[in-house]
């Protein structure tokens, strides 16, 4: 059996654009947001919105306080975390745009760094939505601020656009 140059050229084409394609398959989020918060927060009974200090993570997604704005059309899921320093239960909500789209409900959970809670959304938005996450808890309470990994979640919310291009 002979070696041939032009077959083996040709075994080579064939393999780039088959993993070319395979690529091109592929789909990962164009855009996703970490936020926290490096201080404690008031936070009223009559509810407030959770004011984000720093972005942990960043991609194609803007924040300003605690207004995020989303950069293009397609579904995203968003999940909060918080401790609050009272034992309270507490509702999470997503206003978007400045009305209030969807609420959750929290019960909190007891440990050594604050009674904390999670909630979780998937939710279609369009391109320049705004969409600020506020809190209402049972009484008047703060959010505490935990490191990641510690014993209690931190305020923190996690953006990822799941579907769309950015």
Do not use: K
């Not at 939505?129 to 601020?145: A, F, K, R, Y």
């Not at 953006?159 to 950015?166: A, D, F, K, P, R």
Request: net charge negative; aromatic share 8%.
């Amino acid at each position: 059996m002979s070696f041939s140059p032009l077959s083996n050229l040709y075994q080579m084409i064939s393999d780039t654009q088959e993993s070319v394609s395979t690529v091109q398959t592929v789909e990962s989020p164009a855009a996703y947001l970490t936020l926290t918060r490096t201080a404690t927060q008031a936070i009223v009974s009559g509810g407030s919105a959770v004011f984000w200090q720093t972005a942990i993570r960043s991609q194609g997604i803007s924040w300003s306080g605690s207004t995020i704005t989303i950069p293009s059309a397609g579904y995203y899921h968003l999940s909060v975390s918080i401790a609050l320093v009272a034992n309270t239960n507490c509702y999470s909500r997503l206003a978007i745009n400045g009305v209030n789209a969807v609420q959750t409900y929290i019960t909190a959970f007891g440990t050594g760094g604050g009674f904390g809670g999670t909630s979780s959304f998937m939710l279609y938005l369009e391109e320049s939505d705004s969409v600020v996450v506020g809190l209402t808890p049972g009484v008047n309470t703060t959010l505490n601020v935990n490191p990641e990994g510690g014993a209690s979640p931190s305020p923190i919310l996690n953006i990822v656009q799941l579907s769309g291009v950015l």
